[in-house]
């Protein structure tokens, strides 16, 4: 299969896309990110890569980093952290807290907002330095030491993250919150602010791809359980209300984050990154969508 053909005709052929959408402005230094950017990166487990377009410039990974988090949560052998936090998709939008309240203060799934903040709880008393352990694991998977916090990122949400401070107090209040508000929040804000390429997002999930195990280093980073959960979550609630969307026209497991980042994965095969900072009314990449859809149908590969 001509990989490298298809990836080059998928840009192409999402060219009109590309400028459409809208860049994530709740958080007002995403805003400033200009729309036309696009790359493709795509890493085969034989190691063979394939890319295009602005695949080596570093973007914001936002709710991307939802799944390093929850993987380093459960690699520490807690699979309590599903007492805590559900595995149903929620159907609602990523900073909803409408469930909350009825379901009390435990999330759908550890995907959406208040799912991550509970993951980041989990974290900071799991860690003595949760915030250097994560970006420690990150650095792992990539098989690099140089990824890094974006403070400007994380400061520009802060300002701005009421709905995310009414989801911890809420938890809080239900008793699935254990560390200090402001202190979680920070930490959740920094984990969501890390800046990182198609590139080195494609290395970091090959590892989901390779049931949880590194190509490289062939460190063993989940137990083939924990990489069969993880994956089934995202396959499920990886696009929150549009999961499903996704499951009909692309077929791969993956996740999504407003930086305009998609990455997804074809177990034993492949981890593709897509990044087009241009939003859908959902929050997903509208180009970068579309992109994985051509690209599922060119190469007539899916998880189905
Ligand atoms: O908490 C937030 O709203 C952002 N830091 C992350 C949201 C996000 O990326 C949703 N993804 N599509």
């Not at 053909?5 to 007002?28: F, T």
């Not at 909350?100 to 991550?116: M, Q, T």
């Not at 202190?183 to 989901?208: I, P």
Request: charged content about 25%; glycine content about 8%.
């Amino acid at each position: 299969m001509d990989y490298q053909k298809i990836i080059k005709e998928v840009s192409r052929e999402v060219d009109p896309l590309k400028c459409k959408g809208i860049v994530a402005d709740y958080i007002p230094e995403l805003a400033k990110v200009p729309k036309d950017k696009f790359g493709i990166y795509m890493l085969t487990l034989d190691q063979e890569e394939y890319c295009t377009g602005d695949c080596h410039e570093k973007f914001s990974i936002q709710s991307i980093s939802k799944v390093f988090m929850l993987a380093l949560a459960v690699s520490k052998g807690k699979e309590s952290v599903y007492k805590r936090v559900g595995v149903e998709p929620s159907g609602d939008p990523f900073n909803s807290l409408v469930q909350l309240e009825y379901e009390k203060g435990i999330p759908r799934n550890p995907f959406i907002n208040a799912g991550a903040l509970v993951i980041t709880d989990i974290l900071l008393s799991q860690y003595k330095d949760a915030r250097a352990e994560f970006l420690n694991y990150l650095n792992r998977l990539v098989g690099q030491e140089d990824l890094k916090y974006n403070r400007k990122i994380a400061a520009s949400e802060k300002a701005c993250g009421y709905k995310n401070a009414a989801m911890v107090n809420l938890m809080k209040s239900f008793g699935n919150i254990e560390n200090d508000v402001d202190e979680v929040l920070d930490l959740y804000f920094d984990f969501c602010s890390v800046d990182m390429t198609c590139h080195e997002l494609a290395k970091a999930f090959r590892v989901f791809a390779n049931h949880g195990t590194g190509v490289i280093d062939e460190e063993q980073y989940l137990t083939e359980s924990q990489y069969k959960r993880i994956t089934a979550i995202m396959q499920t609630c990886g696009f929150y209300d549009e999961a499903g969307e996704f499951a009909f026209q692309v077929g791969l497991p993956g996740k999504s984050g407003v930086g305009g980042g998609i990455a997804a994965i074809l177990p034993n095969e492949y981890s593709i990154v897509v990044w087009s900072p241009g939003l859908n009314e959902k929050g997903n990449s509208l180009a970068g969508m579309k992109a994985l859809e051509l690209f599922t149908t060119k190469t007539e590969t899916s998880i189905f």
